[in-house]
């Protein structure tokens, strides 16, 4: 079975910092994607950032980025330049079914405070 | 594009009723998803279709759970007979696919408490 661990069950930083958030991950498969999802309080999970496990390149979305380290099976979000909106639960996510044949696994999440 | 709705948001049911839930995903998504979420955890999928067909479905979604796509439109998921421990937040997502970047997109939820 796949598992996906995330062991920062809280984090807090100030505001315009840089955090980084931890996940890890098991499969067998060699096709599989990766996801970070942001929950806010109350609201609706929203895609933050993907990577396809067969592209080197870490994926970047504005002031998100990921360091996808394939052999260790490590898959951590940074966000630069924090802003009091990236307040929220944050989940990894994988899927290794190669493209949405399946559902998600998802680890426990890590909640994020933004200190103004 | 109007997003993936769910409804209702809020259901406060008594043991032992029955309760059925809705998702609408976005017009022109094939797949979709139920996840249940209880608190402090991360969502846990329960099954998933692609057009009318339900494909797969998890070892958490018991007997007396059951869920329909009807004409591949919107889905029902339906419990029985519920139990305390059914209390959660139930999620629906849906996707196009497959495609090389493909991503889930999620509903506000459904809050179930049974009492």
């Known amino acids: 079975a796949q598992t996906v661990t995330q062991s920062q069950p809280e984090m807090s930083v100030q505001e315009a910092e840089t955090v980084t958030l931890s996940c890890t991950y098991d499969?067998?498969?060699?096709?599989?994607?990766l996801f970070w999802y942001k929950q806010p309080p109350s609201r609706q999970m929203i895609l933050v950032i993907r990577?396809?496990?067969?592209?080197?390149q870490n994926a970047t979305e504005n002031r998100f980025s990921v360091n996808f380290q394939k052999a260790a099976k490590s898959f951590s979000l940074k966000i630069s330049d924090s802003q009091l909106g990236d307040t929220a639960m944050y989940f990894c996510?994988?899927?290794?079914?190669?493209?949405?044949?399946?559902?998600?696994?998802f680890g426990k999440g890590t909640h994020l405070i933004i200190q103004p | 594009d109007t997003g993936v709705s769910q409804d209702p948001r809020h259901k406060i049911t008594k043991r032992g009723q029955n309760v059925t839930f809705r998702c609408d995903p976005i017009s022109e998504h094939n797949r979709l998803y139920w996840y249940r979420q209880t608190l402090g955890q991360g969502p846990e999928f329960l099954t998933y279709f692609q057009n009318e067909a339900q494909l797969e479905k998890s070892r958490l979604l018991s007997d007396r759970f059951s869920a329909e796509r009807p004409k591949g439109s919107f889905s029902t998921l339906e419990i029985q007979r519920t139990e305390q421990g059914d209390s959660a937040m139930y999620l629906c997502?849906?996707?196009?696919?497959?495609?090389?970047?493909?991503?889930?997109?999620f509903g506000p939820g459904t809050r179930l408490t049974v009492t």
């Open positions: 996510a994988s899927d290794h079914s190669g493209g949405g044949a399946d559902g998600l696994t």
């Open positions: 499969t067998s498969e060699s096709n599989y994607y």
């Open positions: 997502a849906s996707s196009l696919g497959p495609r090389e970047d493909y991503e889930q997109y």
């Open positions: 990577q396809e496990a067969y592209k080197q």
